[in-house]
């Protein structure tokens, strides 16, 4: 899963970044690599979604519906937690695996 994502984003010239994810990463870790995503245009892989905190899950879906919401109003600039951030103009994507345990 991990790997397909790297190969594809490999052959469209994107930058990945993949997040091994753990029960220790809150709901600002994960905002700030949202952040940094929609900024720079890049993609990220979340490895493991499924050992964060529903917490964090669920914070991680506003959060995430920001950025989304920006692209699909073809918005220069996206808000979260009340700070306006600059959006890069191929947006970004993010992809997460899960793994039983």
Not at 2 to 12: G, V
Not at 28 to 44: E, I, P, V
Not at 50 to 57: G, I, M, Q, T
């Amino acid at each position: 899963k991990t790997e397909t994502t790297k190969d594809l984003s490999a052959q469209l010239g994107k930058a990945i970044y993949v997040v091994n994810c753990g029960p220790e990463m809150d709901y600002r870790t994960m905002g700030d690599q949202f952040k940094g995503l929609a900024s720079a245009g890049a993609w990220g892989c979340f490895d493991e979604y499924n050992r964060l905190l529903a917490e964090v899950l669920s914070v991680n879906s506003i959060q995430y519906k920001a950025v989304l919401d920006a692209i699909r109003a073809k918005g220069a600039t996206f808000r979260m937690e009340g700070v306006d951030y600059t959006l890069h103009p191929d947006g970004c994507m993010a992809f997460i695996t899960m793994n039983p345990g």
